[in-house]
């Protein structure tokens, strides 16, 4: 078979200091992206600090400056940064990141910076709980095993629990019929149980509007998946709320994305939630943008 162009070629891949990597936070840029923005996770700077950043970032050298702009790869950076800074503390060796540098027009580079976060396919719930598993089996620990895939303790053991759900709800959750904060749930009931209230939420989950359930199903499923309808404030005393703590908390923007995320959950939208405690994100694994 004829070799192709670029057969056993392999890009130059560099290294440097995190700090010597241009993150660009002029919105008239090509490269300006909003997350430059939103601080990391701590669970994804602790991944950086144990692992190094795997996957290399994508670099534009700038003609006019000389500085080494990111195209993409931003929370790798700024991870790093915030590592290195517990590593020195700590008397450890810093972290640089490896990049390759990427050359076009302004539009090729929005292209890329697209693509590198968008062209992923995530695992499913189950594979990724099966992995986690596996993990553990070959005595890892839970905080290891969070670590290794940016979440919490908690959603480890909620994945794990996963595991032991009834077959149909694990394969309702990897199709996205119902939620994977409702197949944890779910998976915590007894199994005929289980089921019965999976065939109520599915009357529920199809009714969906640009991929999230219409307004007022969110609430009739939480009450399908918790027994009952618990009695909840109205959407006003919850906005009043969310703007006086918005207002009057001095939190980290790491705390103020938590309350956020909840109030969201609180006000129905299940997929906010969801994204948050999965950390599906795209910008929040090892490899993310």
């Known amino acids: 078979m004829a070799k192709t162009a670029k057969e056993g070629t392999r890009a130059n891949i560099y290294y440097l200091p995190p700090e010597k990597l241009k993150l660009v936070t002029d919105k008239a840029s090509d490269l300006f992206d909003p997350r430059v923005n939103e601080p990391p996770s701590e669970e994804f700077v602790a991944n950086i600090k144990h692992f190094g950043v ?24 700024m991870a790093c940064i915030l590592a290195n800074k517990e590593l020195k503390k700590e008397g450890a060796a810093l972290l640089q990141v490896p990049f390759v540098f990427k050359r076009g027009d302004g539009t090729l580079m929005q292209e890329m910076m697209v693509s590198e976060n968008e062209a992923r396919e995530a695992d499913s719930p189950t594979h990724r709980a099966a992995k986690m598993a596996k993990l553990l089996d070959k005595g890892r620990s839970e905080a290891e095993v969070a670590r290794s895939f940016c ?139």
Not at 55 to 76: L, Y
Not at 230 to 254: C, F, H, L, Q, Y
């Open 54 to 77: 795997l996957e290399p970032v994508g670099v534009r050298k700038n003609s006019e400056t000389g500085e080494h702009e990111v195209v993409f790869g931003r929370k790798r950076v």
């Open 151 to 289: 979440v919490s303790i908690g959603t480890v053991k909620n994945m794990i629990a996963l595991m032991e759900a009834p077959k149909a709800i694990r394969d309702e959750a990897d199709r996205g019929g119902i939620t994977v904060s409702e197949a944890y749930k779910l998976s915590k009931l007894e199994p005929a149980d289980a089921k019965e209230r999976l065939a109520e939420l599915k009357k529920v989950a199809p009714k969906k509007e640009k991929g999230k359930r219409k307004k007022g199903t969110a609430k009739k499923a939480r009450a399908i998946v918790s027994g009952g309808a618990a009695e909840v404030r109205s959407r006003k005393e919850i906005e009043t709320m969310r703007e006086a703590i918005s207002d009057n908390v001095m939190a980290p923007g790491e705390i103020k994305r938590v309350l956020d995320c909840v109030f969201a959950w609180v006000l129905g939208d299940d997929e906010v939630l969801t994204e948050f405690l999965e950390q599906d994100d795209r910008g929040q694994t090892a490899a993310g943008g």
